[in-house]
């Protein structure tokens, strides 16, 4: 059974900057192509970012463009968020997904995804 653990949400405030980790387990995804998504309190999940099984292509909410970096690790078998310029509409809970099929093709689209973490709520201040 495939789990994903996501850490390193938190309170920052406007301005700072927050690393998450994804930790994957029951199954290498190193050749998975996975994501980043989350939701605010009252809305529909978002799109944050989003990297190809080989790590050649990254993709990213107009949102989050040019402040936040997905990145991953295939040896650790994870996956991370770098976040800076935290702003306070960045406030959600952030979720890591991943594609059950190995080598399968970059999406963005959340219904692609068949694992899920629980989330991490990242909280920014004004």
């Known amino acids: 059974q495939v789990r994903l653990i996501e850490s390193g949400g938190g309170v920052v405030q406007t301005g700072d900057s927050l690393r998450l980790s994804c930790a994957a387990s029951?199954?290498?995804?190193?050749?998975?192509?996975m994501g980043w998504f989350r939701q605010a309190p009252g809305k529909e999940r978002e799109f944050v970012a989003a990297?190809?099984?080989?790590?050649?292509?990254?993709g990213y909410g107009d949102s989050v463009k040019g402040r936040f970096t997905i990145s991953r690790d295939k040896d650790k078998n994870e996956l991370y968020l770098q976040m800076n310029t935290l702003k306070p509409e960045d406030t959600a809970v952030y979720y890591c997904?991943?594609?059950?099929?190995?080598?399968?093709?970059?999406?963005?689209?959340?219904?692609?995804?068949?694992?899920w973490g629980q989330g991490t709520q990242v909280t920014v201040s004004s």
């Open positions: 990297i190809s099984w080989s790590a050649t292509y990254r």
């Open positions: 997904a991943a594609i059950a099929k190995r080598f399968g093709p970059y999406t963005n689209s959340a219904g692609d995804f068949e694992y």
């Open positions: 029951g199954r290498s995804l190193g050749n998975h192509a």
